[in-house]
């Protein structure tokens, strides 16, 4: 037997042994075949779904694994859909150029706002955070001929609902096998450790800024990519859609109810919240007040979020465990 056929005998073991496991793997594939056995209505309630899962599962990654909470990832949404709006729009410029491009500025950005503010902590660093969509909205206002001011952006090159419906599972599968894959590594073990304790991090001869900023550019590259995605999907960039504190605190939502600290719970958390706004639409502004008062609810009851309870019972029920 090769070494990959002895790999592959090893995982189907491990599929054998742990059943539950195959839970999020049918999930996973059930998004492939949905758009064939259900509407163009549904579609277009999954594709936002799997974009605010991309959205909390970047937050996650560094406010979940650190500690530092992060009020600021709409900041890095609105720049991933307004750099490639005004590029494609007002430049001209190839989609396939525009989109490195983004991820670029992403980078650049992330690294510039991560240095300082994570030089601070606590009620500073969320300080900063909180002021980073704001100077955005300023900045959208300001240079408005680029930008199209509070009405937004319009123009950009629209992709089919079929094809923004599997751009978003892809990506978002991409994003959680990434981020799981990271937050599983040494890496992720460091950023748990800054969360618990980094003192004791720096004490161990550990740079605790170095591993915090890696985290805050990751996480402003994936919170990027989502905006996107959605600047793709709906053809417009608009301040109050993806720069807006409020997306912030949907998606920090999103993330806290199904579970911080685990990436996948973000998926969960982020599938409930926009399932459960759409089914409260009639009820209008009232539904946000009920989606602010079940978070609570959740904090209080399920510290460890939906997602995880969820995914605990299931492997107790199908593997006899409650391990991770």
């Known amino acids: 037997?090769?070494?990959?056929?002895?790999?592959?005998?090893?995982?189907?073991?491990?599929?054998?042994?742990?059943?539950?496991?195959?839970?999020?793997?049918?999930?996973?594939?059930?998004?492939?075949?949905?758009?064939?056995?259900?509407?163009?209505y549904i579609h277009s309630i999954v594709i936002i779904a799997n974009i605010f899962a991309?959205?909390?599962?970047?937050?996650?990654?560094?406010?979940?694994?650190?500690?530092?909470?992060?009020?600021?990832?709409?900041?890095?949404?609105?720049?991933?859909?307004y750099v490639v709006g005004i590029l494609t729009v007002n430049f001209g410029v190839p989609v396939y150029v525009a989109?490195?491009?983004?991820?670029?500025?992403?980078?650049?950005?992330?690294l510039v706002v991560a240095y300082p503010s994570l030089r601070t902590s606590g009620v500073y660093f969320t300080l900063i955070t909180?002021?980073?969509?704001?100077?955005?909205?300023?900045?959208?206002?300001?240079?408005?001929?680029?930008?199209?001011?509070?009405?937004?952006l319009q123009g950009l090159p629209?992709?089919?609902?079929?094809?923004?419906?599997?751009?978003?599972?892809?990506?978002?599968?991409?994003?959680?096998?990434?981020?799981?894959?990271?937050?599983?590594?040494?890496?992720?073990?460091?950023?748990?450790?800054?969360?618990?304790?980094?003192?004791?991090?720096?004490?161990?001869?550990?740079?605790?800024?170095?591993?915090?900023?890696?985290?805050?550019?990751?996480?402003?590259?994936?919170?990027?990519?989502?905006?996107i995605i959605y600047a793709f999907y709906v053809g417009i960039v608009a301040p109050s859609t993806t720069i807006d504190l409020h997306v912030s605190i949907v998606l920090i939502i999103a993330a806290v109810i199904g579970g911080t600290g685990?990436?996948?719970?973000?998926?969960?958390?982020?599938?409930f919240f926009i399932v459960a706004r759409e089914l409260l639409s009639p009820l209008g502004d009232i539904r946000f007040a009920i989606l602010y008062a079940f978070a609570l609810v959740v904090v209080l009851v399920f510290p460890k979020g939906l997602t995880r309870f969820a995914w605990e019972r299931t492997k107790e029920i199908i593997d006899g465990d409650t391990d991770d």
């Open 130 to 152: 909180i002021l980073l969509p704001l100077l955005g909205l300023k900045f959208v206002t300001i240079f408005s001929g680029y930008t199209g001011g509070r009405l937004g």
């Open 262 to 271: 685990t990436i996948y719970g973000a998926i969960g958390g982020a599938y």
């Open 99 to 110: 989109i490195p491009a983004a991820f670029v500025m992403s980078i650049v950005t992330g």
């Open 1 to 40: 037997m090769s070494v990959e056929e002895g790999l592959v005998s090893g995982r189907l073991t491990s599929l054998r042994e742990r059943p539950a496991y195959l839970v999020p793997i049918v999930l996973a594939a059930s998004l492939f075949v949905l758009p064939f056995v259900t509407t163009r």
């Open 158 to 227: 629209l992709l089919s609902v079929m094809e923004s419906y599997y751009l978003s599972v892809v990506f978002m599968i991409v994003t959680f096998l990434a981020l799981y894959w990271l937050a599983a590594s040494d890496f992720g073990l460091v950023l748990r450790s800054i969360k618990a304790n980094e003192l004791a991090v720096a004490s161990a001869a550990i740079n605790p800024t170095k591993f915090k900023v890696g985290a805050f550019v990751v996480s402003a590259l994936f919170s990027s990519l989502g905006g």
């Open 54 to 81: 991309i959205y909390a599962m970047a937050w996650d990654i560094l406010s979940g694994y650190t500690g530092y909470m992060n009020f600021g990832p709409s900041f890095f949404v609105g720049a991933g859909a």
